[in-house]
């Protein structure tokens, strides 16, 4: 995988509910350096409970070099704090554009399952690839973390890197 191109981060910067700390915004997991984290509180604070924070929170990326076909997920580990580990995640594409990715229209399920990171590999370490078996090319995906290791107040995570072709 190279470089992702585009992306469009709908939370903001905080230390709150549905944010990212500043130093940990989205680029980080895509820059191809394991040191920097991506980090999302999700819920924390709405409800209060640590098993669902962080939970649902999600990007989509757009590749500007145009259509492509992601057959494999890898997910590389932060420097700390394991409970926040993704452990299921859902890869999905789209061809939609601008405002229908981003209120979540037209997403097509690719991948639901793990993330790689079921048997702890480390910190900034990668997990196994997941590969899957996809003949549908986008233009857009999205990834989402749907439960990760253990109770925590985020969920984090260094890379996400996609394979395929034309990544
Ligand atoms: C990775 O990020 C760290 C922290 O920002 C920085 O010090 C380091 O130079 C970066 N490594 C590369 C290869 O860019
Ligand atoms: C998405 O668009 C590309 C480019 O037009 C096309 O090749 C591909 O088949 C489309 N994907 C789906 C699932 O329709």
Same mark, same amino acid.
């Given at each position: 995988?190279?470089?992702? @191109?585009?992306? #469009?981060?709908?939370?903001?910067?905080?230390? @709150?509910? +549905?944010?990212?700390?500043?130093? *940990? @915004?989205? $680029?980080? %997991?895509? &820059?191809?350096?394991?040191?920097?984290?991506?980090?999302? #509180?999700?819920?924390?604070?709405?409800?209060?409970?640590? $098993?669902?924070? /962080?939970?649902?929170?999600?990007?989509? !990326?757009?590749?500007?070099?145009? !259509?492509?076909?992601?057959? &494999?997920?890898?997910?590389?580990?932060?420097?700390?704090?394991? %409970?926040?580990?993704?452990?299921? !995640?859902?890869?999905? /594409?789209?061809?939609? =554009?601008?405002? $229908?990715?981003?209120? &979540?229209?037209?997403?097509?399920?690719?991948?639901?399952?793990?993330? /790689?990171? =079921?048997? $702890?590999? +480390?910190?900034? =370490?990668?997990? *196994?690839? *997941?590969? #899957?078996?996809?003949?549908? *090319?986008?233009? @857009?995906?999205? #990834?989402?973390?749907?439960?990760?290791? %253990?109770? %925590?107040?985020?969920?984090?995570?260094?890379?996400?890197?996609?394979?395929?072709?034309?990544?």
């Amino acid at each position: 995988m190279h470089e992702v @191109s585009v992306i #469009f981060p709908l939370s903001i910067s905080g230390n @709150s509910y +549905g944010n990212y700390p500043s130093t *940990q @915004s989205l $680029d980080k %997991a895509s &820059g191809n350096n394991i040191t920097t984290k991506y980090l999302n #509180f999700g819920s924390y604070l709405y409800l209060n409970t640590y $098993d669902i924070c /962080g939970l649902n929170t999600r990007f989509y !990326v757009t590749l500007k070099r145009g !259509v492509s076909l992601a057959m &494999g997920v890898q997910i590389c580990t932060a420097d700390d704090m394991s %409970a926040r580990d993704p452990i299921i !995640v859902t890869l999905e /594409g789209s061809n939609s =554009t601008n405002i $229908d990715l981003t209120y &979540g229209i037209n997403w097509n399920l690719i991948y639901n399952g793990n993330s /790689g990171l =079921t048997n $702890d590999p +480390g910190r900034l =370490t990668c997990g *196994q690839t *997941q590969f #899957f078996c996809n003949s549908k *090319q986008y233009m @857009s995906y999205r #990834f989402l973390v749907t439960r990760k290791r %253990a109770l %925590a107040n985020s969920v984090q995570y260094s890379e996400v890197r996609l394979l395929g072709f034309n990544f």
